[in-house]
Structures are given as C-alpha cells and as structure tokens.
C-alpha cells in the first residue's frame, strides 16, 4: 500500500496526493502560479467600492447641477491620438497594446537592425491605453462636431493608465473625474470651476483645501524676459516639478535643457515670492512690464480671482501660485491644481486649464476649451486618512432574516420581498445552519438588526426584531417592522 499524504495549497485546497506525474506537476504549478495583480493596481472590497461611490456620486451630483452632461469614450485609442500630446515624458507614461496575431510577422529586418524601440514600436503597436480623459475628448469633440450644442459642457468618470513607478497616491490604473467646456473663451468658465471645486469639497465635508491658480501666458511672459522663450517647454516641465525637486533642482533641470544660467539667476524672486493675491499681481506686473503676452495673462487671472473673492467661497481657498506650471503642452491659459489639507502628506488631488486649441490636432481649429479633473483616488485617501466617511457610506445589509428551515425561510421571503421593494436592504441566510454561526456571520459583517421568525411566530403572523448592538428584541407586526426599519 501507497502511503498518500494530504496536502494543503496555497489556496486552502486539500488533497491527496498521489505519485503520478499529474499530482507532482499540478502541485508545482500552484505553488510557483501564486496569483498576483500588476504593480500600480488594486482589487476593492465591498467597503472600499461604496466609499469609492460616495465620493463619484457627489461629484457626478455637482456637475449636473452646475449643467454638464455626461459621455464615456473607450479604454483605449488609436496611438496617434495620444502620442504627442503631452511631451517626451507623458509619452513614455502611455501603455502600448501589441497588435493582435503575430505582431512581429510585419516587421522589416531594417527595422531590427535599427534596434530602435519608438519606430518598433510604432510596427507592432496601433493602439494605447489612454493616459487622461482630455484628449479623447478632444477627439470626441472633433468626431462628433455636427451632433454637438456648442458650448459644450461635458463630465466624465472613467479610469486612466499610465506608466509610471507607483507610489502613496499614485497608482497605474486610477479614475479620473473630469468636467470640460468647449467652445467658449469666457472667464466665467474658469469663475465657474473654482466654484465647482469648492461645490464638491464643502459636500464632501473636506475643509482645507487650497485651488492655487497662474495662467500660461504669464509663463510664456517669464520665459520671455529672461531670455529663454525659445525653451517654453522645458521651461515649464521643470518648473513644474519645484515641489517635488526643490529651487537646486529644477535650476539644475533648467541648465541641462541649456537654459542659460542668467535667465535661471533672473528668477530667483519668483522661487521666493510671498503676499496676499494683490502683491503677487503686482510683482507679476512689474517683472512682466515689457511683455504683451505676460500683461494679457495677468489681466486674465485678476479677473478670475476678483470675480471669484467677490462671489465668495464656501470650503476652499483660493491661491495665485507664480511657479504653478502643470508640465501638459496643451494647457494656454488659466491653470489650476487642488492641493490636500496640510496636514495629510499627498500630492494634487485635482487640476486643470485652458487649452485654446487642442482640438486643432485633430482638424478643428478655434476651438478653445476649458476643463479640471478630480483625483478620485487621492480623495479618497484623504478622506480616509482624516476619517471624514459618514458612518452611513457602508456595504452592510440593513437586517438579516435568520433561517430555520424550509418552511420559515420562505416566511421569511415573503417579508424580505416586500421590504426590498420599499427600498430596504434585506438578506436571508441561505442555510438552515446553527444559530449562533447565523448570529455571528450577521455580527462580522455589521449588520444592525437580525430577525426571528420561527414556528411560534408564523403562526401569529409577527417577526421577533433584533438590535444586534444593544441585544434589545421585539415581537412586532410587518407594518411595525417596515416602520422601524425605514
């Protein structure tokens, strides 16, 4: 006789197992195929899903109420409709998908001597994962041109990719929430999405937030008097990262660019600017005397902040940042990022701009555009970090019906039937197991009220209701039990 151990998988599978081949290979592969999820993902349980909700739902509430409408477009596109859109380094973020079948079938042998990944690329790649909800829309704009009301005021929450290393807060598949207008270049849209953000986070009950605001024509003004329009782009890309990298690093970014050291010297005072929104202009005035462009974007940010003071603001402020740059090419006029109350350590959880004409990349010219985005994973994480969920945003089923056999459960149906139809989340336990398991699975998962409904009170027509967490039980009618359970 064949001595057969019990072997446990990784799993919890128990088996024998057997000296055949079969036994050996397939406790091999369960033990090297442990499952795993990409790096940058995440699996949500049933809790994290309806917080997720809570924060998608108030802000889906807040754009219909300030009038958008909302669209979906795919998970991924045409590469040529996101590669070079948003510079050398948001191009490297964007996930490729190889073509189908035998991608490598089509490829000349010139281009493997190349040995060049972007043009190998571009053979065996036609489509990308998209990297943010702007540019698709951009294209859906130009796409669906003769279908569209313009101005057009359009919100979307959908996921996004990019490739880039995770870290707290930053993550290669994420949501984003966006709210655009294109199709007018009025301020009041940008007034309007300073109050948008302002809407969601006093709903969200999230104090402490601070929208900083600058315009890109006061970049390009900067870029100008210091000698270095010619280099806008790297300009922009590396003064953008002065929160992450410091003064010494985007100077030191600056001069690998060949930004010359004069023009770096020429904006020490921007690294060191203080005051209240007046004196920020006003510097931003006098440094910015000779350049057209840089007074335009002044004039346009002391409307939109003025115009906004004016108004007044529920929950956030409002703070013109002089070195807010946000590195996205397409970005010309106003630009803003939401940072997180201070004391949480996060980095943006939303931002936005105007984009004179990005729907010109795809043949519609004069088109300017407005629009923001809400972090939703970021939110979350703050709302988590400052315990702000209500105690209400919850997965739990509101009552539990215990089951003690074939007869009672489908008593039991009835009722739960009728309660669901009236809105009330209501469960039966599935077995006619022992009580205390149907207690104690009610108790793990929070479930507020348990109901009795055995022999004694089929016959009387009543259900004996349980408050779990003071241990208190009635003897109630259904009407009585519909009532204490609304």
């Known amino acids: 006789m064949i001595f057969a151990p019990t072997v446990v998988f990784p799993n919890g599978i128990q088996t024998k197992l057997r000296p055949q081949l079969g036994n050996r290979e397939m406790y091999k592969d369960t033990i090297l195929k442990k499952p795993s999820i990409p790096k940058g993902t995440r699996d949500f349980s049933p809790a994290e899903v309806v917080r997720r909700n809570y924060i998608t739902q108030t802000i889906q509430s807040c754009f219909r109420t300030f009038g958008f409408q909302p669209i979906e477009t795919p998970s991924f596109e045409n590469s040529e409709t996101l590669m070079g859109k948003y510079g050398d380094e948001g191009d490297r973020l964007i996930f490729k998908i190889l073509n189908s079948g035998d991608y490598l079938n089509k490829v000349s042998d010139e281009t493997y001597k190349e040995q060049d990944s972007n043009l190998l690329t571009s053979e065996i790649s036609e489509k990308a994962l998209r990297y943010d909800l702007t540019v698709p829309f951009a294209r859906y704009v130009v796409q669906h041109q003769n279908e569209i009301d313009f101005p057009f005021k359009r919100y979307q929450i959908q996921p996004v990719w990019r490739a880039d290393r995770p870290q707290k807060g930053r993550f290669r598949e994420f949501f984003q929430c966006d709210a655009d207008v294109v199709g007018s270049t009025s301020l009041w849209q940008e007034v309007e999405f300073v109050q948008l953000y302002d809407a969601v986070f006093h709903k969200l009950g999230l ?96 409307f939109i902040v003025s115009t906004v003071t004016e108004l007044g603001l529920q929950t956030v402020g409002l703070e013109i940042d002089v070195t807010l740059a946000r590195g996205l090419n397409y970005y010309t006029g106003a630009i803003f990022e939401v940072a997180a109350p201070a004391q949480v350590k996060m980095g943006s959880i939303g931002g936005g701009g105007r984009y004179d004409d990005l729907t010109g990349i795809f043949g519609l010219k004069n088109m300017s555009g407005v629009g923001i985005s809400f972090g939703l994973d970021r939110i979350y994480l703050v709302l988590e970090e400052l ?19 074939t007869a009672e459960a489908a008593y039991a149906m009835r009722a739960i039937t009728q309660l669901r139809r009236e809105g009330i989340t209501a469960e039966l336990y599935p077995d006619a197991a022992k009580m205390g398991k149907q207690m104690g699975y009610a108790d793990k998962r929070n479930i507020p009220f348990v109901v009795l409904a055995g022999g004694n009170e089929m016959e009387a027509g009543t259900f004996t209701l349980k408050h779990m967490k003071s241990g208190e039980q009635d003897t109630v009618s259904f009407e009585e039990l519909r009532a204490k359970l609304g």
Request: glycine residues 10%.
């Open 207 to 302: 104090g402490g937030v601070t929208v900083k605001i600058n315009n890109r024509k006061i970049l390009s003004g900067i870029a100008e008097v210091i000698g270095a329009e010619d280099k806008l782009i790297d300009f922009t890309v590396a003064l953008d990262k002065l929160d992450k990298i410091g003064e010494e690093g985007v100077s030191t970014e600056m001069r690998s660019k060949g930004i010359s050291e004069a023009a770096i010297e020429r904006l020490q005072p921007l690294f060191s600017v203080q005051g209240d929104a007046s004196e920020k202009l006003e510097m931003l005035k006098q440094l910015l005397s000779s350049s057209e462009i840089g007074q335009q974007g002044i004039s346009e940010l002391e």
């Open 387 to 405: 315990n702000l969920f209500p105690e209400t945003v919850s997965p739990t089923t509101k009552v539990l019906f215990i089951n003690f056999g």
